[in-house]
């Protein structure tokens, strides 16, 4: 199994930053990619961002140079980095971890409120 545990979210200004973490922990050994995903009420939950354990990284069109996912191995924690944030973020953002056998995991996911 594994635990993962988001942190970072809050309420920040259109224009504002944000850094969303994931602490990971447990089976570790089998995970190949990390992903965050957001979720407003009433809609399905859609992919942010990708990280392969190799580097690659795959962001969502909406994204538009505006997030970026990276990794500390050492301390297996995934970080989503939120710029020029628009009310249009405002979601529950979770990541997830993908292992080999097509298992994902989630976390409980942190609330991102982008208002004026």
């Known amino acids: 199994q594994v635990q993962l545990v988001e942190s970072g979210g809050g309420l920040v200004q259109p224009g504002g930053s944000l850094r969303l973490s994931c602490a990971a922990s447990?089976?570790?050994?089998?995970?190949?990619?990390m992903e965050w995903y957001r979720q407003t009420p009433g809609h399905e939950r859609e992919r942010v961002a990708l990280r392969t354990n190799s580097g690659s990284t795959t962001y969502a069109d909406f994204v538009k140079g505006r997030f970026t996912i990276t990794r500390d191995a050492a301390k297996n924690t995934v970080f989503l980095d939120l710029n020029s944030l628009e009310p249009d973020d405002t979601a529950v953002y979770y990541c997830s971890f993908l292992a080999y056998g097509t298992k994902r995991y989630w976390g409980q996911g942190t609330q991102v409120t982008v208002v004026s």
């Open positions: 447990g089976r570790l050994f089998d995970i190949y990619a």
